[in-house]
Structures are given as C-alpha cells and as structure tokens.
C-alpha cells in the first residue's frame, strides 16, 4: 500500500527514477524548456524547484547539495550563475507547464515544461502591456477627423460653382 506516499513512481525502481530526474532537470538547467509527458513533468517540477531555491544562496554547502542531485559540475554552474540571478526576486513557482495535446503512439498526455523567468515571447508581450492605456476621452485628437461643425467649416470650405 502506498500511504502517504505522494510522490509519483512513473513506474520505475528507486534508482531509475532518480536518474531519470537528475537528467530531466540537468536538460532543463541547460535548454530552460524540455517537452515530456504531463507525469514526468509534475514529477521534475517537484524534484527541481526546491534545487532552484537552493541555488538563490551561493555558499558551498549549497552548491554540494544541488551537485548531489544533479551529479553535473557543468549544471550546477550554469544553475548557480544564470538561473539563480533571474529567480532572485521571485518567491517561488520557477516553472511552468504548458499542455500540448496527446502523443501519436501511445496517446499519452504531453506538455512543455519551461523555466518561467526565460520565456522570452511572453516577456514581451508582458512589457507591452505594461505600458498605461489612454483613456478614450483624454487621448489625442485626430487631426483629419474635426468633430465640431465650425472645425468642419474650416476644415474643408464649400465651393459654389458657377454657371
């Protein structure tokens, strides 16, 4: 019986499950998005965040204990060097997953797992909309568009014409 036992197996030994993590993180330190199965990535979500929280502190000690998780010199560098600066502020949720429909083989559910502070498309769009709305009765005037009847009048004088 499995009580109280929260994590997800995927099916696999002990041993097999923790390199199947530590390589899924190590890829996702290096690529910042990995595409997967929904399990998989749930499952990396909750094995890589508390790594992510961990490398905010710089000191020996917590660099030992990323390594042993990790097993990647390289990694842990570009976690402690890149990542750690971006996510400084931020008080958690460093990852996202993003659904993308089922598998053609076996129809299993997959997804894209991104480092959220990397995704530069919705950086982007983030800053666009930062910048303040006008509202639609203090905004700037049209210049070919008078709205008044003497502005009209001035605008665009009648012409008679002659016979």
Known sequence: MRHSKKFNHLGRTSSHRKALLSNMANSLIFHKRIATT??????LRIYVEPLISKAKDDSTHSRRVVFEYLKSKTAVAMLFREVAEKVADRPGGYTRILKTGNRLGDNAEMCIIE??????????????KAKPVRSRRGGKKKADAPKTEAAKNVAAPEVKDEE
Do not use: G, P, R
């Open 115 to 128: 480092l959220v502070d990397f995704n530069e498309n919705l950086l982007a769009a983030k800053e666009s």
């Open 38 to 43: 929904v399990a998989k990535a749930k499952a």
